[in-house]
């Protein structure tokens, strides 16, 4: 048989398939059902039905605000988590990051002079401000990052072992930086300023109903609502997923490779920097201990939400849902009267459940 | 080596013959150890990919270079996004990207659906947007390496037309590859390469497929 009678039939059979009945197709109810962050939010709404029947004060607002408030600084640290993650990286060191960032604003507003640091800083007045803490808190975080970033994306170093030895190197910085003190004897008038921040509801604002949410959470909602436009709408957005798709296709067609992943683990640590900034505000003091074991929770949270840690996929409001879930199962878990020790194993069991339920989810797909 | 404005040229020659090299140095992957390129009469030198594709030069490489997570249309325009907006502020525009993609696989005759992901298609789908990607920029050239290779023989007759429509909007086609049907079935000159030097280059209607066989092999010297 000829290659042109080949053609033909090609064409024939093409033809023959009609193009009303393609299976791939999918409608909006079904790509909402293959959606990991829908099943999720279906999770969360059944558990809260279920505490709110069981235990009533589950359903208090007191409850609510505080469980809001607790996630948001995961939340807030899964969301910068997740363009990395969908580059096919991963960031370790976003714990001992909050760490650093704490102390870096810790010492800013503390009341004392700092004896390794040069006179005249001691000094001046504007360099113990509330917003000196904030922006050398979210440079530090940017380093940090850039940092990261750049070893992996210039040098070719794995983003694991990167991140891994970042991890350690940060805490031990925020440990001798802080002298192995925690920190809490701030400057009254900027440190009010700063705790409100972290601390404050409804940014000052009184809203209709006398709700009440706390700051990190609406910074929480803004920031998923944020990160779900430029995932979807931007270009950057679109160069994340190209290069966790195939990183090679993305440099052959013109991305900026390198330039977008050092960009997504400085946005990683800087949400980081914010969540410590966050955190310290609300706490009132500073600790160099912040955020250890955090880079598991926030990696958790975005894979329950449906990212890919083989890269490619995963969504803003999966990280944040995925956060919500974490942080709902362990407060049912302290309601139910369970040792707060068994907390882990039942998240634990929670991130199993996410991956394997995207296998099953990846199997029907091929 | 000469290429005509739609004109479909062949270029074989066994593993290690430089095919590969050779238009991965046109394309602009690889620096030119010797030699020049001229477009249209004018020299031309390429450090990057991005150059060659400004000078009108587009490549479809062998593993095709598409992101399997990304939609057909996110692919067409990977890297050279179109977007709207206001002042500073641009955002993907999706519409026009599916409708420009709708477009271009219309033009090459495939079914491919814009908004479908890569990672469901099959391998001539997957050529036809990896072709279409080059239509983007309306090139001068384009230059294919092995599209045939991995691919049922449907879906090998859908790429072989695939490359006439190329030819025929007077594109000047560069076809590496290993199987002699595909190359007497859409190119007008085939040209040998052994060792890294070229034997042959010669109008597929003065040669015949015992022939390039010959030359590949090394049986018959030089044509």
Not at chain 2, 123 to 150: C, F, H, W, Y
Request: glycine share 10%; aromatic share 8%; with cysteine.
């Amino acid at each position: 048989m000829s290659l042109e009678t080949q053609a033909s039939i090609g064409q024939e059979i093409a033809s023959l398939r009609d193009p009303g009945l393609d299976a791939r197709e999918k409608t909006f109810i079904e790509r909402v059902f293959a959606n990991q962050a829908f099943w999720v939010t279906i999770a969360l709404v059944v558990m809260c039905g279920v505490m709110s029947y069981w235990q009533p004060v589950f359903a208090t607002e007191d409850n609510f605000f505080n469980i809001t408030r607790n996630f948001a600084f995961i939340g807030v640290m899964a969301l910068g988590m997740t363009p990395v993650i969908i580059t096919g990286g991963i960031d370790l060191s976003v714990g001992s990051t909050m760490g650093l960032v704490a102390i870096v604003c810790g010492l800013v507003l503390l009341k004392q002079p700092i004896h390794y640091m040069p006179g005249w800083w001691n000094a001046a007045a504007w360099t113990h401000s509330w917003w000196m803490a904030l922006m050398l808190g979210l440079t530090a975080g940017a380093i940090v990052g850039w940092v990261n970033g750049v070893l992996i994306a210039y040098v070719g170093l794995p983003p694991f072992v990167v991140t891994l030895g970042m991890l350690s190197a940060v805490r031990s910085l925020a440990v001798v930086l802080s002298e192995n003190r925690m920190l809490y004897d701030f400057n009254p008038n900027q440190a009010a300023t700063f705790k409100q921040i972290g601390g404050g509801e409804n940014f000052g604002f009184a809203l209709p109903g006398g709700l009440r949410l706390s700051n990190p959470f609406l910074i929480l909602v803004i920031l998923t609502l944020a990160l779900g436009l430029v995932l979807k709408m931007s270009s950057w957005g679109r160069h994340v997923f190209a290069i966790g798709g195939n990183e090679q296709a993305a440099n052959l067609t013109g991305v900026p490779v390198r330039r977008v992943k050092v960009q997504a683990y400085v946005l990683c640590s800087l949400s980081a920097a914010l969540a410590a900034i966050l955190s310290v505000g609300w706490s009132g003091s500073a600790n160099n201990s912040l955020g250890q074991s955090y880079e598991l929770l926030a990696i958790a949270s975005a894979v329950i939400g449906g990212a890919n840690l083989m890269g490619g996929e995963g969504t803003a409001y999966g990280a944040f849902i995925g956060s919500a879930l974490i942080f709902v199962i362990r407060n049912s878990l302290l309601m139910a009267g369970v040792d707060s020790n068994w907390q882990g194993l039942f998240v634990g069991a929670f991130i199993v459940l996410a991956v394997v339920l995207e296998k099953v989810r990846g199997r029907r797909r091929e | 080596m000469l290429l005509e404005p739609g004109e479909a040229l062949g270029v074989m020659g066994d593993n290690g013959a430089g095919k590969s090299t050779l238009v991965k140095i046109i394309a602009g992957n690889f620096p030119p150890t010797g030699g020049e390129i001229r477009i249209e009469g004018q020299s031309v030198h390429f450090s990057k990919p991005v150059e060659a594709r400004e000078k009108g030069i587009e490549i479809v490489y062998q593993d095709l270079a598409l992101c399997d997570n990304l939609s057909a249309a996110d692919n067409v325009f990977l890297g050279r996004e179109i977007k709207s907006g206001i002042g500073p502020i641009r955002w993907l525009n999706h519409a026009a990207m599916v409708k420009r993609a709708g477009e271009l696989f219309s033009e090459l005759k495939s079914e491919t659906r814009p908004r479908h992901l890569v990672r469901q298609m099959s391998g001539g789908q997957r050529q036809a947007v990896a072709i279409a990607r080059t239509r983007l920029s309306n090139p001068k050239i384009v230059l294919m390496d092995e599209p045939t290779a991995a691919i049922s023989v449907r879906q090998v007759a859908e790429v072989l037309d695939l490359i006439r429509r190329l030819r025929d909007h007077g594109i000047g086609v560069v076809l590496i590859s290993h199987r002699m049907p595909d190359v007497f079935a859409v190119c007008d000159r085939v040209m040998v390469m052994r060792r890294g030097r070229k034997v042959a280059d010669k109008m597929i209607k003065d040669s015949s497929p015992e022939e390039v066989t010959g030359l590949i092999t090394g049986a018959i010297h030089v044509a």
